[in-house]
């Protein structure tokens, strides 16, 4: 009998043990810190290089264009430089450039090219210039909406201004393999609250409609830093 008590304790013993240990393991699994690589500065349907400015700036602006829109082409001529000079060559902010496919058919196309000048490194380079041959078009009387600077016949000439490769990139525009990622970003510009139109901005987690002059900009940053 006392044999058997003895027994009968020593498992009961090995059972606690064991559940001890297995509650030690599920504590570190739920408490413990995990070494995962994730990448903050890139958001739904976004490459990687679609910033101006540093991206450990302590503020980000986001900006959400059509490569359309005759008021993203003011905000990018009269706006973006001074916002460049003050805040984003000095550190204090970065920006990011998000397409959609809001305005005329060719807004998804120009996108697309955008998703593709990226591939060479060039999106950023990409947007300036199609933002300026949309500048020469209304400066000679051509609307946004009759432009055909996005057609598949003339975007290839804006792989020639930033000097990238016209064949590779046509044929990455003609193959549509960026079109979800459009469409990701769009969507998510159509989720926002309060927006009417583009361009729109986020900084500090607030909206901004339309071409806002620089005072409204500088007091947004300012409010953030």
Same mark, same amino acid.
């Given at each position: 009998?006392?044999?058997?008590?003895?027994?009968?304790?020593?498992?009961? %013993?090995?059972? +606690?043990?064991?559940?001890?240990?297995?509650?030690?393991?599920? /504590?570190?699994?739920?408490?413990?810190? *995990?070494?995962?690589?994730?990448? =903050?500065?890139?958001?739904?349907?976004?490459?990687?290089?679609?910033?101006?400015?540093? =991206?450990?700036?302590?503020?980000?602006?986001? #900006?959400?264009? !059509?490569?359309?829109?005759?008021?993203?082409?003011?905000?990018?001529?009269?706006?973006?430089?001074?916002?460049?000079?003050?805040?984003?060559?000095?550190?204090?902010?970065?920006?990011?450039?998000?397409?959609?496919?809001?305005?005329?058919?060719?807004? +998804?196309?120009?996108? #697309?090219?955008?998703?593709?000048?990226? #591939?060479?490194?060039?999106?950023?380079?990409?947007? !300036?210039?199609?933002?300026?041959? %949309?500048?020469?078009?209304?400066?000679?009387?051509?609307?946004? /909406?009759?432009?055909?600077?996005?057609?598949? &016949?003339?975007?290839?000439?804006?792989?020639?201004?930033?000097?990238?490769?016209?064949?590779?990139? #046509? *044929?990455?525009?003609?193959?549509? =393999?960026?079109?979800?990622?459009?469409?990701?970003?769009?969507?998510?510009? !159509?989720?926002?609250?309060?927006?009417?139109?583009?361009?729109?901005?986020?900084?500090? &987690?607030?909206?901004?409609?339309?071409?806002?002059?620089?005072?409204?900009?500088?007091?947004?940053?300012?409010?953030?830093?």
């Amino acid at each position: 009998m006392t044999r058997d008590r003895r027994k009968n304790g020593l498992i009961w %013993l090995l059972i +606690l043990l064991i559940v001890t240990a297995l509650l030690g393991i599920i /504590y570190v699994a739920g408490n413990g810190e *995990a070494e995962i690589s994730v990448d =903050k500065n890139n958001q739904t349907g976004q490459i990687s290089n679609d910033q101006i400015g540093s =991206k450990d700036a302590p503020v980000m602006i986001t #900006e959400y264009a !059509d490569l359309m829109c005759s008021s993203c082409v003011e905000f990018h001529e009269k706006t973006l430089p001074q916002v460049q000079q003050n805040y984003i060559d000095t550190g204090k902010a970065t920006i990011r450039l998000k397409l959609v496919n809001k305005i005329a058919p060719d807004s +998804l196309q120009a996108a #697309e090219g955008a998703q593709c000048a990226a #591939e060479e490194d060039k999106y950023i380079e990409y947007i !300036d210039a199609a933002f300026a041959e %949309l500048s020469e078009e209304r400066a000679r009387g051509i609307s946004a /909406y009759e432009t055909t600077i996005y057609s598949s &016949g003339r975007i290839g000439d804006l792989a020639d201004t930033i000097e990238i490769d016209r064949q590779k990139f #046509e *044929a990455c525009v003609s193959s549509g =393999k960026y079109k979800s990622k459009v469409a990701s970003v769009t969507t998510e510009f !159509d989720e926002l609250e309060k927006v009417y139109g583009t361009p729109h901005f986020i900084i500090d &987690g607030k909206g901004y409609n339309g071409a806002a002059p620089y005072a409204i900009f500088k007091a947004a940053i300012d409010a953030a830093l």
